[in-house]
């Protein structure tokens, strides 16, 4: 037997190493977006709300496939009559050649049973037709609006994952902000689209700065109190504030590390400097040591190993970095007033607010700009529309979302990270500072 | 004066043994011309004479019957653009001399064109379009969507012996294209490297997508070149899992990339 063994040892290796498959290909000027096709979903019962959700449902889908970034979605008036609702209905030539020529599409049905919404949900690479199928999904929930929501951001997600390579789609992630639609500066919490907008605090005082942990249970925040300005914390485990250690002097501009950290600018020794504590609020330790006032660090989300900040010590406010422990200190940006840095998910980039000319006799203007750490080089995102600050990245690194002055009050806007796709999604009162969660 | 006379009687003692190799080596060189001329000359055959043992013989035929390609393209352009291809150019009538061989190695350098000189005065020639490539090295049109989608640098090619990973998934070789594109920073690059160069690199996509075994397979030669495609892999975390039903633990790669400043 053993002597067999040896005798195809060869062959068996030789097996395995031809199962190993190769792909072969380049990259040189660019590449296409991919073509995307999104039928309206099917009813698959008769039930009296179905068409209700079933609108609910796929204009969720249509508008997270659209703010992805990464699709170039094809015009519902290109679509062939009969859309599909089952694998068997894909008709491929007339999806994947002109007018549609599309290279993906995704379709399925909603149903109602027994107060139950069920949804099934497909993929297909239409221009593939011997192996098509990419993604087969299928869903059930309570029949309730939020729910198709839910499940239409879900499978909008997953379509995002599979075809935008391996990067979860934010389509389930949430923004928080400032609003004083109610008289207070009070925080406030949305969808990423700007639906389900809803209050967080009642202070009834003015809250600032809201930011989110990495794993959605609390949001760090400054508010003003009897004791001066404090860190806030707010637990969604107990849908309540929490008491956080007080520190003395000004305490602002929280922000969390990826492992839980939180640095801060505290003026209890004097001058407003970066320090750092636990996330618990022990272990606090001045990571700056200069008159100039030191605000608004940032950590670097990928590595937690450096932190940009906004110091004031040579003048007119500049963005720095420096590794977690203070040291190594670096000067990003060379001229005018520049605030509000926060880094990108990947760690390679900043986006900050930049008024580049300042000072009598220089009209500049209040600016979102990205700024590669390596090479310091940047790129200006917005032009010509009023103040724009508080800019901050969507975890997959393809959307920022800053506050805006452009429609001539505070509001919350949205944008690709090349500065395109611009969509206003608070309108109601003043909204400023928004911070979106980590996932 | 003792480690002198040493010396000495070292080199008195070498005499005999350098005389017993200087025998032997004439002793086996005597044999080895005896053998070649004696022995194996009767009976040896030359290479090449056919009939040996188990060996195949192969001759020459004047033509192979191959079967005829049943699935005919019809390259009808997929797009509304014109498109990435020119028409096929009017064929010549020529006899041929000989069977033209096809390139076997597809990655040769892209040289750049020669520099004529000023004194030669030929009517300028008509540039092509930009977004368009000659005949014969744009590859088909009518393939999956990601075959021909990265069309404006050639697209992909999946040549055989590697699987049909290429075919049955060819929306991963497009995230993978995707993703390669969007990391790949050209400023990286030397600045005053202005003519077109072409890197190969190899690597691995392991089950859960994570890029590994980073390798320059065939540098370009600008060796900032080779490391900005190898910072590009770099900052992969991931191309996402591969597709659920591919049986394999994970697929190898050889990817190009071109850097060209026009």
């Known amino acids: 037997m053993k002597r067999f063994l040896y005798c195809f040892l060869p062959f068996i290796l030789l097996a395995s190493g031809a199962a190993q498959d190769w792909v072969r290909g380049g990259t040189g000027l660019g590449v296409e977006r991919v073509r995307l096709a999104a039928a309206d979903f099917k009813p698959a019962s008769t039930d009296a709300k179905n068409a209700e959700l079933l609108k609910t449902f796929n204009d969720v889908l249509w508008n997270d496939l659209d703010n992805a970034g990464i699709f170039d979605l094809v015009s519902k008036s290109f679509y062939p009559l009969q859309e599909p609702g089952q694998p068997s209905e894909v008709n491929f030539p007339a999806w994947s050649s002109p007018p549609p020529n599309s290279s993906m599409l995704a379709f399925g049905n909603l149903g109602i049973a027994a107060g139950k919404v069920t949804v099934q949900g497909w993929l297909y690479d239409v221009k593939n037709q011997a192996s098509p199928q990419v993604l087969g999904k299928q869903y059930s929930d309570n029949a309730t609006t939020?729910?198709?929501?839910?499940?239409?951001?879900?499978?909008?997600?997953?379509?995002?994952?599979?075809?935008?390579?391996?990067?979860?789609?934010?389509?389930?992630?949430?923004?928080?902000?400032?609003?004083?639609?109610?008289?207070?500066?009070?925080?406030?919490?949305?969808?990423?689209?700007?639906?389900?907008?809803?209050?967080?605090?009642?202070?009834?005082?003015?809250?600032?700065?809201?930011?989110?942990?990495?794993?959605?249970?609390?949001?760090?925040?400054?508010?003003?109190?009897?004791?001066?300005?404090?860190?806030?914390?707010?637990?969604?485990?107990?849908?309540?504030?929490?008491?956080?250690?007080?520190?003395?002097?000004?305490?602002?501009?929280?922000?969390?590390?990826?492992?839980?950290?939180?640095?801060?600018?505290?003026?209890?020794?004097?001058?407003?400097?970066?320090?750092?504590?636990?996330?618990?609020?022990?272990?606090?330790?001045?990571?700056?040591?200069?008159?100039?006032?030191?605000?608004?660090?940032?950590?670097?989300?990928?590595?937690?190993?450096?932190?940009?900040?906004?110091?004031?010590?040579?003048?007119?406010?500049?963005?720095?970095?420096?590794?977690s422990d203070g040291t190594n200190l670096q000067r990003l940006t060379d001229q005018g007033y520049a605030v509000s840095p926060n880094w990108s998910p990947n760690g390679q980039f900043l986006t900050l607010s930049w008024m580049r000319k300042y000072g009598p006799g220089e009209p500049g203007s209040n600016d979102i700009y990205l700024m590669d750490i390596a090479s310091k080089q940047w790129v200006q995102l917005t032009h010509d529309s009023g103040r724009n600050d508080f800019p901050c990245w969507s975890p997959d690194g393809r959307h920022i979302i800053f506050q805006s002055h452009r429609s001539g009050s505070d509001q919350i806007w949205t944008m690709l990270a090349d500065g395109t796709n611009v969509k206003q999604l608070t309108f109601k009162g003043g909204n400023t500072q928004p911070n979106w969660s980590w996932k | 004066m003792a480690a002198i006379t040493d010396i000495y009687s070292e080199r008195a003692q070498l005499r005999r043994p350098l005389a017993w190799s200087l025998g032997l080596h004439l002793a086996f060189t005597g044999f080895v011309v005896f053998y070649a001329v004696f022995i194996n000359g009767f009976h040896g055959t030359g290479w090449g004479s056919g009939g040996g043992g188990d060996a195949m013989g192969a001759t020459l035929v004047s033509a192979v019957p191959l079967p005829a390609n049943p699935a005919q393209t019809t390259n009808v352009l997929a797009t509304e653009s014109k498109g990435l291809a020119k028409p096929e150019p009017a064929v010549q009538e020529k006899e041929p001399e000989a069977i033209p061989i096809p390139d076997k190695d597809t990655k040769t350098k892209v040289k750049p064109a020669p520099v004529k000189s000023a004194t030669q005065r030929k009517p300028e020639p008509v540039p092509p379009e930009s977004n368009q490539i000659p005949y014969g090295e744009g590859g088909p049109v009518s393939k999956p969507y990601s075959m021909s989608a990265g069309g404006a640098t050639g697209g992909f090619e999946f040549p055989g012996g590697g699987g049909d990973f290429g075919t049955r998934y060819a929306w991963y070789v497009h995230v993978i294209q995707q993703k390669v594109s969007d990391n790949w920073l050209k400023y990286e690059v030397d600045p005053r490297i202005t003519d077109a160069h072409r890197v190969f690199l190899i690597f691995d996509v392991m089950r859960d997508g994570h890029p590994t075994n980073v390798q320059v397979e065939q540098s370009s030669g600008v060796p900032s070149l080779d490391q900005s495609a190898v910072r590009a892999l770099q900052r992969i975390d991931t191309f996402g899992p591969l597709p659920s039903d591919y049986s394999g633990t994970k697929i190898s790669v050889e990817w190009w990339f071109d850097y060209s400043k026009k």
């Not at chain 1, 001066?228 to 969390?256: A, H, K, Q, T």
């Not at chain 1, 618990?280 to 937690?304: C, I, Q, Y």
């Open chain 1, 146 to 323: 939020d729910a198709t929501r839910v499940i239409a951001h879900r499978f909008a997600d997953e379509i995002i994952f599979r075809l935008g390579g391996g990067v979860p789609g934010i389509a389930e992630t949430k923004i928080y902000f400032v609003s004083e639609r109610t008289g207070h500066k009070e925080i406030w919490m949305m969808d990423y689209d700007g639906a389900n907008q809803q209050q967080l605090t009642r202070l009834g005082s003015i809250s600032l700065s809201p930011r989110i942990s990495p794993d959605g249970s609390r949001l760090a925040f400054s508010s003003i109190n009897k004791g001066g300005w404090e860190i806030m914390m707010y637990s969604f485990d107990l849908n309540r504030m929490v008491s956080f250690p007080r520190f003395g002097g000004m305490n602002l501009s929280p922000s969390w590390s990826p492992d839980g950290k939180i640095a801060f600018s505290s003026s209890r020794n004097g001058y407003p400097n970066i320090f750092a504590i636990d996330g618990s609020g022990g272990n606090a330790h001045r990571l700056t040591n200069d008159k100039g006032p030191d605000v608004s660090p940032t950590w670097n989300r990928k590595t937690a190993s450096q932190i940009a900040f906004v110091s004031g010590r040579t003048g007119l406010p500049q963005i720095y970095t420096m590794e």
